[in-house]
């Protein structure tokens, strides 16, 4: 998956696109030939989860891929709290959710139609090709294309106005950017909120019930979290069960943990990491 940078402020200057940036699960789309699957940044199959998206979904051009955001809106307002639990839910409760509170996804980026891969095309291109893509869906539709201007001010605008809404910053992109997987400096985002990503690097209490998961911060350093919140622990538990695990360690103040593989990113509150314990806010 493509990543933005973090940046202090939104770049200014000819070929800057700017998106809203809104505050739930990355998500990829695959509509195939006969179904369609969603997946998690990670890669994990989360169609069970968000049926509410995967049969409006089928409605999308057989070989199409998305890229985009899974949201749930209660009393008018982003709720990533409604997201964690809908994701760490079993199917049929999955089910009860979606009727209370059903999901958009909103998309950001089109990868792929049924006439090939369209990564390597410029953003501006590709932005054509997702509007296109998503008219031909009946309305209204929960598969909705993000928010887009490439007028610095609309975007200012977005950041300061929106925050009350659950938007969680702006994406700046440039016109003329290929997809590509990682980090680029041709994409980056400012966030309301201080945050890091951090690598899992093991837990403690058991994989199935982790308490606590032990991160490797930006600048090396190893420290446990603050106990996690059930939802995520039980997101966490779905990586952590079939992860290679290695052995005991000890974080850099000498808390003990359990080892894994890295392959899970979550994100952290930046003012926590100068501290023994940090808190995780969410899975990346």
Known sequence: MALAQLVPALPTGPGWWYEIKLDGHRTVMWRLAETVRLQTR???????????????????????????????????????????????????????????????????????????????????????????????????????????????????????????????????????????????SSWRKVRHAETVDADVIGFTGSASRPRNVAVRLPDGRTALSQRLAAPLAALVATHLTTADRHGRHRTASGDAYTGVEPGLTVEVLAGTTRHAVVTVTRLR
Do not use: C
């Not at 890229?67 to 009860?96: L, M, N």
């Open 42 to 184: 990670a890669g994990r199959d989360v169609t069970a989860n968000w049926m509410d998206l995967a049969l409006p979904g089928m409605e999308l051009p057989p070989s199409t891929v998305l890229d985009g955001e899974a949201v749930i809106v209660v009393d008018g307002r982003i709720s990533f709290e409604a997201v964690q639990s809908r994701a760490a839910s079993t199917p049929t409760r999955a089910r009860r959710l979606a009727e209370a509170h059903p999901a958009l996804f909103v998309v950001w980026d089109v990868l792929a139609l049924p006439t090939g891969d369209v990564r390597g095309r410029p953003y501006v291109d590709r932005r054509a090709m997702l509007l296109d893509v998503l008219a031909g869906l009946p309305s209204p539709s929960p598969i909705q294309a993000v928010s887009a201007t490439d007028d610095l001010s609309v975007a200012l605008s977005w950041y300061e106005s929106l925050v009350d809404w659950g938007v969680e910053g702006v994406v700046a992109k440039l016109g003329a950017s290929p997809y590509r997987a990682g980090r680029s």
